[in-house]
């Protein structure tokens, strides 16, 4: 049972496209919402963060767009480089510290 | 350098044979987690220690063995590796509170039991 479901699997962008990855969630508990960047052979690492009481935060050219009434939020990236590609995972904080991720987006930028 | 490291990177062993992932951090963080990585699952927490011998099952425990006698350290230990546990494994530390959303991953240790 995952209560994070994260789609696509996997998407392929243009340079310079917009890549957008969705996630849902269940749990009304959850007080942050992470998304995590993991390059090939390496450990994830966090990429943007955002409560569920602000509706979007961009930092450069990653955006993050929060619906708490339909309990989804989704990942925006813009201008997306070759560079980017990699996996993303949304994640969701509950009390206790305990993260629970999605199944993670494999994203491909092509030249 | 702040870091997370995990020992060994790549480990391949048979059904049975008893095993221990090292993993410590240098960050003085409280909380600390494993995880298990396969595809299209994510990423599923196996264990986590909220600080010193405070340990609790995550929601994948069965198979698995954590131990956190000294705060920068967290071993994961499996008694008896089956092939069902070959995964990708990451060790992540954190702050508590509410900058226990910012954890901080190893590089990871694939794991292949035959």
């Known amino acids: 049972q995952q209560q994070v479901k994260q789609s696509p699997q996997s998407l392929i962008v243009q340079k310079g496209g917009i890549s957008i990855i969705n996630c849902a969630y269940e749990?009304?508990?959850?007080?942050?919402f992470p998304w995590y960047q993991q390059f090939p052979g390496k450990g994830p690492a966090l990429l943007i963060a955002?409560?569920?009481?602000?509706s979007e935060k961009k930092e450069g050219r990653f955006t993050i767009s929060f619906n708490k009434s339909a309990k989804q939020f989704s990942l925006h990236i813009m201008d997306s480089q070759p560079g980017d590609s990699a996996t993303y995972f949304c994640?969701?904080?509950?009390?206790?510290?305990?993260?629970?991720f999605g199944g993670g987006t494999r994203v491909l930028v092509k030249p | 350098e702040a870091q997370v490291t995990q020992n060994p990177r790549y480990l391949i062993t048979v059904t049975g044979k008893k095993l221990t992932v090292t993993c410590s951090q240098n960050?003085?963080?409280?909380?600390m987690s494993w995880y298990r990585q396969d595809p299209g699952l994510g990423l599923r927490q196996i264990y986590y220690?909220?600080?010193?011998?405070?340990?609790d099952k995550g929601d994948v425990p069965e198979g698995y063995k954590v131990s956190r006698k000294e705060k920068r350290n967290f071993p994961l230990i499996l008694e008896s590796p089956s092939p069902n546990q070959t995964s990708l494994y990451f060790c992540?530390?954190?702050?508590?509170?509410?900058?226990?959303?910012?954890?901080?991953f190893g590089p990871g240790t694939r794991l292949t039991v035959t």
């Open positions: 992540a530390s954190s702050k508590g509170g509410l900058a226990s959303y910012e954890q901080y």
């Open positions: 749990n009304t508990a959850f007080d942050y």
């Open positions: 955002i409560r569920p009481d602000v």
């Open positions: 994640a969701a904080k509950a009390a206790g510290n305990k993260l629970t």
């Open positions: 960050m003085n963080h409280e909380y």
């Open positions: 220690s909220m600080n010193v011998e405070v340990t």
